[in-house]
């Protein structure tokens, strides 16, 4: 029997195919989903998850039949379940089907399945998360109008702030004002204010700066290096949110780990420094773990509990996953 697994977020789709006789496991990515509240965020969930399939399709000889599908989909809700059921049935055949946001395939991941810390998710996006199966807790992932602090679509929206006050002359200097209109083919932050209103600049748009913004926090920039140490802050501030719900309930075990995961934490000197720093200084023994597998992995490990089996983590890790 096969278990199939599908990580869904705003910076790409992942899946796997994990042969549980074997040991063997199949990777293959696609491109990103978004929210599916509007039409176009269906169409671009869709075309995520079927491309992402496809190519793994292409590569694997299914001898088997797909006992479980666990899909971990970034900002999913309950009505569209069986809307995503219908996507995966047009590529393969599945016999059950788990469907949950993405937050606790990213924490069975990073945590190999113990769910021993907080995780703390920094892409497109932020969120804060613990579970242990009795208690379930949250801080921020309300979205990109009314939260994500700390995320790469906030560093980005940071770095343009700051250069239209260098730009006014309300702020200091930095080389963020020349980088980003450069990078949207401008030559003042009115046009970059227009293609934004007119929906030119996407949320993927403004999250891909943060790419500029580290590269000039590394070159020296201060207003650069600011940006990042402050999303640091921020992030630290989801998984203190987290920590202090936990001292708050008594059937809450004592936990001091945090998991970062997502992109924004490739900027380990920036931003992955000032979360530590912040963090320590609410609580001296709280350390932060690197996660141990992705959230891909993280949804075979939920569709081997769902089981009340276990997986060959091993296996994985030696290679025998083979990346399409």
Known sequence: MYLLGIDGGQTSTKSCLYDQDTGACLLASGPPIDHMLTLNGQIKAKQG?????????????????????FLSISGVHKEHEEMIKSWVRECIHVDRFFIEGDVKANLAGASGGKNDGVLIVAGGGSIGYYSDGENELVAGGYGHILGDEGSAYWIGLQAIKASIRYSDGRGPVTVLHD???DHFRETSFWGVKKQIHADKIQR????????????AANDGDAIAQLVL??????????AISVLQQMADLQSAPAVRKVYPTGGVFQSTHWVRRSLSDSLRAYDPLAEVYSPQYS???GTLILSAQALGRTINLD???QSDVVRL
């Open 49 to 69: 998850i079927q491309q992402s399939l496809q190519k793994l399709l292409k590569k694997a000889v299914l001898t088997k039949k797909v006992e479980l599908a």
């Open 179 to 181: 980088s980003i209109l």
């Open 204 to 215: 993927s748009d403004m999250s891909d700066l943060a790419v500029i913004v580290e590269r």
């Open 229 to 238: 140490k402050e999303a640091g802050a921020e992030l630290a501030q989801l």
């Open 295 to 297: 959230p891909v992995i």
């Open 315 to 317: 296996s994985i890790e």
